[in-house]
């Protein structure tokens, strides 16, 4: 792994710089500079180091793969220094199928508090001190202690009384009956009504009448 | 549990609680006995009629719920005045019980909830256990079963954020479930499995909760030296309310229920009850026998049971585990809603969940306590209809009665015997009666607390408590028959088959708006004044005796608003009003609770968060992205979640689609189901972090272009 920046590209007469505007690697210095900072890495000197140290791998990039823009290479540049340096530090070799390098990486630095403790050793080449190496090596971010699996199952509860009112619903002709229940309510309404019910009614229908009469009087 | 032995124990004697049950309740049933007599009577020499009888039915079982109320109160006071043996804290010494190698898990089950109160609330538990020197006894779980992709990345967060600062990696745990089945017995059943058996005994927490570390410590304590209690439920005092109807309620909460509680533990003794949260509960039993199973039938009765606690503290009781209320163990908190349409939202809930325990009230195997606590939870929510009904029938006769013409027939009643009262004096008899019933309990906790002087400074002086249980008497006068009205619709949406959506609780004393007050009482306010009309149309005596129910309702709107400012809350306080013993003297955990909330508050970004603000972190940002997916990695390990992955179709194809359309056209266009699915899949988020990183800006969405932006102009 480079350590430091050790070639200085300078741009052409043209203004470009490893054959692209100077307003493209303006923004690509802008990407590299923002991961780095939501790395937290605060300090400027070191994190105009860095950024420079990025933009130098990809300019090297620039000339062979001239169908990328600056921001791409960059990007991916400062992926690819990034995941290699966990994987020194960590000791887990980068494998290509996922990224848990780069996850595992992430949380390292945040459990070993890089920014705060250790912003210096951030991409710098080993050694590092012991402390560091072990706190990035040794935390583990867990959800939880180890699972002790089990499965609750729920007991039977006869609800007694309850389920035959909820089981009537499925008894059959229960619907039948219903309907010749509300038959019968019918007839015994009609009886009612021809039994005194239709003055009681008229009567109620009176006094309301009466009311609201005297309440507008 | 399917796999493991049944653990039993023996039965305990049932003599001495079966007297008690029949002491207290015939107390209630002789002076409901007595008073009906009276009311009947009082009917009986106006001339008896169909509709008197429904009124003396109604009469009967609002004042038998009244009477038993009231005998809570008095038992209650005897027993605090006299002495209670009978208390699970006084039955074995405990205190010099030692429990090394015993193993807890307080867990926080939790719901698109504001975690910085929630987890402020286990910081302040947390470092109070720690002075007792026995945190490494405990371990501490978050239980998210949050649905809002921001507040899921937001719990995240702030949860490394509390390990960090507490040092306490290893110790305070955070875990979110894919799937919210079963809601919180669900989430907490999810743990059982998980983790359950590392613990002999796991203490249920909820978002607002706030426990001592001693009281932490007694609990283990005493379960350890009572084996056979499967339950231990304190009781939590309400705190830190500051609107005028959260001190109200934190008042009445922290005077009375000394009292009731200690008269609900006279009869309850073993077979207590469990209210969800504060409670400590034996893990083994609780895992064998308190699944719960799902009701027959449809919501709203069918289904879930939504009121988990009181069923899974009768199943406990049913295999002979005791469940024992410590009402004497202090330093167990909760908050309190702190506007009265905010308490409405939760006794809606409430209301289905206990309604839904009439279906299980008639399982078999189920102790008679147990179904006694199932009746009350029940006649809570039916009492409003039930009085509601009262009123409209009295009105009724009183309307037929006029408007007839009809005049009352004297007949002979008990007249002779009650100093040939007349039909009014007889009235207002019964009402006095009626009003001693009610208030009795009140005045009783007021004697109890003259009684006891450190308590009483705690309130602020005897002349102070005494103000402050009129003010609060007037406000549950006024507010009585809004929850009245509340209680029937709820009732009543709940037969018609209307289900609850699962909201979160608001807690914070913003203030009810004015436009917010007429939107949800206008109702209210109507029937107030329309019902007011009528009585003085009817008989102007009678409106004024309407008054107090009437003035509830037609000044709903203004007491709604003015009852949840905090200014008044403030005012009311400053003028030694509602004073409580945690108001006077704040213990140590709440200091710390209020202290770093301040903190928060002072120092947090409070400005809204923008749209999809936790989904960015979660992408962009190369610890929380970190932090995500190492949670992620983790559910690996566990077949059930695995399982649950697979279903919900993380890693499949669709997945990374739906990330790329993510990226390429920004979250506006993915649905919360489709966003929570991406978060999900720790392959789709690991990428879309690289990705949104190192591809050119112009092939990211421009929502994305913006967020970048942002979120590096930010940091």
């Known amino acids: ?217 | 549990m399917a796999d493991t032995p049944t653990i039993s124990v023996a039965a305990a004697p049932r003599l001495q609680r079966g007297w008690r049950l029949f002491i207290f309740y015939s107390s209630a049933l002789l002076l409901t006995g007595l008073v009906s007599l009276l009311f009947a009577d009082l009917l009986w020499r106006t001339g008896w009629s169909a509709s008197r009888t429904v009124l003396l039915v109604l009469f009967v079982v609002l004042f038998l719920f009244a009477a038993i109320g009231c005998m809570h109160g008095v038992y209650g006071f005897f027993l605090r005045s006299f002495g209670d043996s009978r208390r699970i804290t006084n039955l074995k010494n405990y205190r010099d019980r030692t429990i090394d190698g015993i193993s807890t898990a307080i867990v926080f089950p939790i719901y698109n909830e504001d975690s910085v109160r929630v987890y402020e609330g286990l910081r302040a538990t947390y470092e109070s256990l720690a002075r007792t020197g026995q945190l490494e006894r405990f371990d501490f779980f978050i239980l998210s079963d949050s649905t809002d992709p921001d507040k899921w990345v937001e719990e995240e967060r702030r949860w490394f954020d509390l390990i960090r600062e507490l040092d306490a990696l290893g110790k305070i745990y955070y875990r979110r479930r894919l799937d919210n089945e079963g809601r919180k017995s669900g989430n907490v059943r999810d743990f059982l499995n998980a983790w359950g058996r590392r613990y002999r005994y796991f203490m249920v927490c909820d978002a607002d909760s706030v426990m001592r570390g001693e009281t932490l410590v007694d609990l283990v304590k005493l379960m350890e030296v009572h084996p056979t209690v499967g339950l231990i439920q304190t009781v939590p005092a309400l705190v830190n309310a500051e609107s005028l109807f959260g001190r109200i309620q934190q008042f009445a909460n922290r005077l009375y229920a000394p009292v009731f509680i200690a008269g609900l533990n006279y009869w309850a003794l073993d077979l207590g009850n469990y209210w969800g949260h504060n409670a400590i509960i034996r893990t083994e039993p609780f895992m064998q026998f308190c699944d719960l199973p799902q009701l027959p039938g449809t919501k709203p009765f069918g289904g879930q049971i939504l009121s988990h606690d009181f069923v899974e503290a009768a199943l406990m009781s049913r295999e002979n585990w005791e469940v024992w209320f410590a009402y004497d163990l202090e330093g167990s908190y909760e908050e309190t809603p702190q506007a009265m349409i905010e308490n409405a939202q939760r006794e809606r809930r409430w209301c289905q969940g206990n309604l839904q325990h009439g279906l299980v009230l008639f399982a078999k195997g189920l102790r008679g306590v147990s179904r006694l606590h199932l009746i009350l939870g029940i006649c809570g929510y039916l009492a409003g209809p039930l009085w509601l009904l009262f009123l409209i029938t009295f009105n009724w006769i009183y309307w037929y009665q006029k408007y007839t013409g009809l005049s009352d027939i004297p007949v002979q009643a008990f007249t002779p015997y009650l100093n040939n009262l007349s039909g009014t004096a007889h009235a207002l008899l019964i009402f006095i009666i009626c009003m001693v019933v009610i208030m009795l309990p009140k005045f009783l906790s007021l004697i109890d607390l003259a009684n006891d002087w450190p308590r009483r400074r705690l309130f602020g002086g005897l002349a102070r408590a005494t103000t402050g249980v009129v003010g609060e008497t007037i406000f549950s006068t006024l507010h009585a028959p809004l929850l009245m009205l509340w209680h029937t619709r709820f009732v009543v949406t709940n037969f018609l088959g209307i289900s609850v959506s699962w909201t979160t609780q608001k807690r914070a004393a913003g203030g009810t708006t004015w436009l917010f007050a007429f939107q949800r009482h206008w109702g209210h306010t109507l029937i107030g004044i329309v019902w007011g009309a009528f009585m003085w149309q009817l008989e102007p005596t009678l409106f004024w005796w309407f008054t107090p129910v009437l003035a509830g309702m037609a000044l709903s709107i203004p007491l709604s608003v003015l009852t949840s400012r905090r200014s008044l809350g403030t005012r009311a306080r400053s003028a030694g009003l509602f004073l409580t013993p945690e108001e006077i003297k704040l213990p140590q955990e709440l200091l710390s609770l209020r202290s770093n909330l301040k903190i928060h508050e002072l120092t947090d970004d409070n400005s809204p968060r923008p749209p999809h603000a936790g989904l960015v972190e979660a992408v962009l940002d190369p610890y929380v992205n970190a932090i995500h997916v190492s949670l992620l990695r983790e559910k690996q390990l566990n077949p059930a979640y695995v399982e649950q992955l697979a279903k919900l179709g993380v890693g499949s194809d669709r997945v990374q689609m739906l990330g790329e359309k993510l990226l390429a056209d920004g979250p506006d266009k993915l649905s919360t189901g489709e966003r929570l699915l991406i978060m999900a899949d720790q392959r789709v988020m690991v990428w879309l972090h690289q990705q949104s990183w190192q591809r050119p800006s112009e092939t990211l969405a421009p929502w994305w272009r913006g967020a970048i932006l942002e979120y590096s102009r930010r940091n």
Request: no cysteine; glycine share 6%; aromatic share 12%.
């Open chain 1, 1 to 217: 792994m480079e350590s430091a920046v050790n070639t200085v590209i300078l741009p052409d007469a043209s203004g470009h710089l490893a054959g692209r505007p100077l307003e493209e690697w303006n923004a690509a210095y802008a990407k590299v500079e923002n991961y780095f900072h939501a790395l937290r890495i605060r300090n400027k000197v070191l994190l105009g180091d860095l950024v420079l140290r990025v933009l130098e791998r990809a300019q090297r990039r620039a000339p062979a793969e001239l169908n990328r823009s600056a921001t791409q290479l960059a990007a991916e540049e400062m992926d690819r220094i990034v995941t290699e340096w966990f994987s020194e530090v960590l000791q887990s070799p980068p494998t290509k199928a996922d990224q848990t390098l780069s996850t595992r990486g992430r949380l390292a630095l945040l459990l070993a508090d890089m920014p705060g403790r250790w912003q210096e050793q951030f991409l710098r080449p080993g050694p590092w001190p012991e402390e560091f190496t072990s706190a990035m090596r040794e935390t583990f971010l867990r959800a939880g202690p180890d699972f002790q699996l089990s499965k609750m199952t729920p007991r039977p509860l006869d609800l007694g009384p309850i389920t035959t009112l909820q089981n009537l619903g499925k008894m059959p002709y229960f619907r039948m009956t219903l309907v010749w229940a509300g038959f019968a309510l019918l007839f015994i309404v009609f009886f009612w009504l021809t039994h005194g019910g239709f003055e009681q009614v008229r009567t109620w229908l009176s006094l309301l009448v009466d009311w609201f009469r005297q309440i507008n009087q």
